[in-house]
């Protein structure tokens, strides 16, 4: 795939969405990122045209200044779908290292690549991994990786991932999600598919921001409040059955959903 498709597929997507978007500036410098200095999925030198499906620009995690949030349609069975930037009042743009991948893990459907069968990548046990990713262990796990140029990493509970993909550390933390397979690795299933996303107050609090995935018949929610230097998130996670005649939240509107009921912010309850 040549690089020009990659970027005229990327660069029209990106105008889509800023026609919506109060601040079209800050999208083009994340675009510019992506393209220039981040593109997420990159192994070797081939480069695969991407899907953007949803945008978010607001204060996902709770620190006073706004994040663009992107949905992802990825190639690879290993991507997460949603990812988080940091963006400065002067345009610097940087990607918070931790994807989300929300919704259980799905049996493999042919839909994706597999950085495996290139060659990019390789599980592994590490101990007693349930107990042993604290937060310090992980980071140094981190450290170890990008100096081995393994920069793609995923975290399960009985084992890890980590590929060679090009860029900056990608994290993505699966833990306490229940794996359809007793082998260690990840051959047999890939993440789900997310409908959508929005963020905002929910129902009984209007003080913080939350960030909600529709996946399937579910709505995950995270409680965001920051990342570590090695950019794993702080965050918290529900999961709620959507409502019944829940069609996907209203755009521009925060959490708020209609039905056949009528209209509805989302709470946890």
Known sequence: ????????????????????????????AVRKHILEKDYPEVFGSTNYKT?????????????????????F??????????????????????????????GPLQPVTGDYLDSHTMGQAVDFELGN???APAKTTLEEVLKTASKN???????????????????????IDMRGVSVPS?????????????????????REDTGKNYLAAWVGEEIYVYLITGASNQGLLDKKKWV?????????????????????AGTETLSLK
């Not at 899907?51 to 607001?58: N, Q």
């Not at 007793?182 to 929910?202: K, P, T, W, Y």
């Open 1 to 28: 795939m040549k690089r020009t498709r990659v970027l005229l597929f990327l660069f029209c997507g990106f105008l889509c969405f800023a026609f919506a978007q109060q601040n079209s500036a800050r999208l083009e």
């Open 51 to 71: 899907r953007i499906e949803g945008v978010l620009d607001l204060d996902v995690d709770n620190d006073g200044e706004n994040e663009v949030v992107i949905l």
């Open 73 to 102: 349609h990825p190639h690879y069975r290993q991507s997460a779908p949603i990812l988080i930037y940091k963006v400065t009042t002067d345009l610097k743009v940087s990607r918070i290292a931790e994807g989300l991948a929300p």
């Open 129 to 131: 991994t349930k107990a």
């Open 149 to 171: 140029h393994l920069n793609g990493f995923v975290i399960y509970d009985s084992f890890y991932h980590m590929d060679g993909r090009a860029g900056l550390p990608y994290l």
């Open 182 to 202: 007793n082998m260690h690795d990840c051959s047999s299933f890939e993440f789900s598919r997310v409908n959508q996303i929005a963020g905002g107050h929910l």
């Open 240 to 260: 709620v059955k959507a409502p019944r005649g829940f069609s996907g939240f209203l755009p521009d509107q925060g959490l708020t959903y209609k039905t056949d």
